[in-house]
């Protein structure tokens, strides 16, 4: 069993940036999902940045160029640094690790994006 804990949102004005954080409560090593998802009011959660078998890394379209994942095998930590936020990029942000055939999320973090 594995506990992800998500920290880092808040409320941001566009053009602005925040870093996300996911610890996980075990070792993050093994995974064959390890990323960020995020749902916005009234539509499906979506992937953002998503790395897959420990090697290949995948952004939305939306967020290319703006948003990097990385993590931090030592501390079990996954990071989204979110650069030139936009009031689209509004939504619950959720981390996400698949390993052995068993999915574990987080609870999510609320990031807001206004003036």
């Known amino acids: 069993q594995v506990q992800l804990v998500e920290s880092g949102g808040g409320l941001v004005q566009p053009g602005g940036s925040l870093r996300l954080s996911c610890v996980a409560s075990?070792?993050?090593?093994?995974?064959?999902?390890l990323g960020w998802y995020r749902q916005a009011p009234g539509k499906q959660r979506e992937p953002v940045a998503v790395i897959t078998v420990g090697v290949v890394t995948n952004y939305a379209d939306s967020v290319k160029g703006r948003f990097t994942i990385s993590k931090d095998n030592a501390k079990n930590t996954v990071y989204l640094q979110m650069n030139s936020l936009k009031p689209e990029d509004t939504a619950i942000y959720y981390c996400?690790?698949?390993?052995?055939?068993?999915?574990?999320w987080g609870q999510g973090t609320q990031v807001t994006v206004s003036s």
């Open positions: 075990g070792s993050i090593f093994g995974f064959s999902i």
């Open positions: 996400r690790l698949r390993r052995a055939g068993y999915d574990y």
